[in-house]
């Protein structure tokens, strides 16, 4: 069978078709299985998540490509994956925070990012520091609300790491199949890396590279060998001494005490 790149998690060639055909699958991923499935978003998730649900009155709300965080009818923040990132869009004008200070751009002219005039990537500790100060911004400059610090929830354990079958049978990624010659089926690919690819090269030119840690493999314990029991010394004649006798025990003194006899009265 041809080689294919595979570099494209929407469109991978799974088998053979009919004839010279083969066939090639697609998947419809939601948000909420890209978190799911990368332990590094997964991490920054559950911090903004939790941040946004520490204001008052704000209700969360989930749609197939992004999370959404409201007061009444308006939408305060978004998350959503960009370039294969988690992303903020937030309902504040660009410039309102110092973008020195708290690097953030204007994506308002992407049809999804429209009505958001701030837009933050979140891959690093540093810039969940900044998606924390744009979002506080954001609620505190249009509502009168003050955190009010509800019980955390975590999602790291809420959301396990799940395979694309548990995802697919949860409804969580759409996958359909379809018959390609070899040709159809490097353009699908091809142009399915293209977009992925281009969205994160623009977040790396706006934003710069930021390297994920590599989580340090774990290392084998090695098992100390076992010792051997000690062998029982061969008792002789030679080296048996005569059992040492007994120590005696001593005899406590014991002290009786007699009641005195009464003394006899006068007869009259």
């Not at 900044?130 to 609300?145: G, N, P, V």
């Not at 790291?156 to 409804?171: A, H, R, T, V, Y």
């Not at 759409?174 to 040709?183: A, G, L, R, V």
Request: hydrophobic share 35%; aromatic share 10%.
């Amino acid at each position: 069978m041809e080689k294919f790149p595979s570099k494209s998690d929407s469109v991978q060639v799974v088998g053979k078709g009919k004839g010279n055909k083969v066939k090639v699958a697609k998947y419809d991923r939601s948000f909420l299985s890209r978190v799911i499935q990368d332990d590094w978003i997964k991490y920054f998730y559950d911090e903004i998540k939790n941040y946004c649900m520490a204001f008052e009155k704000v209700k969360e709300r989930s749609s197939w490509d992004a999370e959404s965080f409201a007061v009444g009818n308006d939408t305060i923040v978004k998350m959503v994956i960009f370039g294969g990132e988690l992303c903020v869009c937030v309902a504040l004008d660009y410039g309102a925070v110092n973008a020195k200070d708290f690097p953030h751009a204007d994506f308002s002219k992407k049809k999804k990012f429209a009505g958001f005039g701030t837009f933050a990537p979140v891959r690093s500790p540093q810039e969940a520091r900044t998606a924390r100060r744009l979002i506080a911004e954001a609620f505190t400059s249009r509502f009168i609300y003050t955190e009010e610090f509800p019980a955390k929830v975590d999602y790291m354990e809420q959301l396990p790491m799940q395979d694309d079958e548990s995802l697919i049978e949860s409804k969580q990624v759409k996958k359909s199949e379809s018959d390609m010659t070899p040709t159809e089926a490097k353009k699908a690919i091809a142009a399915a890396e293209k977009a992925e690819d281009d969205e994160a090269k623009e977040l790396e030119k706006t934003f710069g590279k930021v390297k994920r840690p590599v989580r340090p493999k774990k290392q084998p314990v090695e098992k100390k060998p076992e010792e051997a029991p000690a062998k029982a010394p061969v008792v002789t004649e030679e080296n048996t001494a005569p059992a040492a006798p007994a120590p005696e025990e001593e005899i406590e003194d014991v002290v009786f005490e007699f009641a005195e006899e009464p003394t006899p009265e006068p007869e009259p």
